[in-house]
């Protein structure tokens, strides 16, 4: 299955419709693991199919993962 992968942009005007954080915020998320993206050509994309199978609970994710 090849993920579905949405721009930094789209995907905080989507995900958060009334108040969406930065894009550099959405940005160091991205760097430091805390929401599955991919970095192509130097622009970050968000892995969406990925992000929405998460709980934002480390430990709750990892069992769900195991």
Known sequence: MIPKLMSVSDWRTARFASNPPS????????????????????????????????TGDELVDAVLRG
């Open 23 to 54: 894009e550099q915020t959405v940005k160091r998320w991205a760097k430091n693991g805390d929401i599955p993206a991919k970095k192509i050509g130097g622009r970050w994309f968000i892995m969406v199919t990925e992000e929405l199978q998460t």
